[in-house]
Each structure stands twice: as structure tokens, then as C-alpha cells.
């Protein structure tokens, strides 16, 4: 049964910090590329940051460049979004996904179920 479990969220002030990580289990880790969304209320889903399966290459919205890093444990099997300089604006619910990245698995798609995370005094 696959499973991507969120933790971290949480309340922090502007110019705060706060690390989600994302636990999986259930598929083969290194077939998948990870990547951090986040949706904030009535708005829809976005995404936020993504990590390769192999390389650890890294892509991340404008909005977050320079404040935000992705990162993955192979080991752990975890990924993580380490981010510094919160705004306001970054007030959503952060979803962990998983994307099949190799022949065997190429369009398999899973989710967390989400992390909230508010930024404000």
C-alpha cells in the first residue's frame, strides 16, 4: 500500500522557518521523482518544488527561489521542504507527490494528504 506522510506544518511569524518532511513507503523510491505542491485557500494546487529521482537535480517556483530547498534521503526514504524567510503569502496546505519517473512506472502518481502550514504574527 503506497503511503506519503506530511509533517511539519504548522503556525509561524513572517521571516520564520519551518521544515515539512514527507515519509513514503509502498513503491520502489528511487523510480520516483518528489516534488512539494501547496494550495492556498480557494485557489488551486500548485507547485512549489520538485527533486529528480536520480541526481537530486532540483526545480522550484520563482516564488520560492532562494527561500525554499528541496531535498530526499534515499536512505529514509523521505523527502523535505526546508523553508526560510516564510511570507504571508506562503499560507497553504503542503502536499508531498510522487511521480514515476522510469518505464516501469512512468505516470503513476500519488499523494499525501497535505500538511497545513499559516504565516502570521
Known amino acids: 500500500q503506497v503511503q506519503l506522510v506530511e509533517s511539519g506544518g504548522g503556525l509561524v511569524q513572517p521571516g520564520g522557518t519551518l521544515r515539512l518532511s514527507c515519509e513514503a513507503s509502498g513503491f520502489t523510491w528511487d523510480h520516483y521523482a518528489m516534488s512539494w505542491y501547496r494550495q492556498a485557500p480557494g485557489e488551486g494546487r500548485k507547485l512549489v518544488a520538485t527533486?529528480?529521482?536520480?541526481?537530486?537535480?532540483?526545480n522550484y517556483d520563482d516564488s520560492v527561489k532562494g527561500r525554499f530547498t528541496i531535498s530526499r534521503d534515499d536512505d529514509k526514504n523521505a523527502a523535505y521542504l526546508q523553508m526560510n524567510m516564510l511570507k504571508p503569502e506562503d499560507t497553504a496546505v503542503y502536499y508531498c507527490?510522487?511521480?514515476?519517473?522510469?518505464?516501469?512506472?512512468?505516470?503513476?502518481?500519488?499523494w499525501g494528504k497535505g500538511t497545513p502550514v499559516t504565516v502570521s504574527l
Open positions: 527533486i529528480t529521482h536520480i541526481g537530486g537535480s532540483t
Open positions: 507527490n510522487a511521480k514515476g519517473r522510469l518505464p516501469a512506472v512512468y505516470g503513476m502518481d500519488y
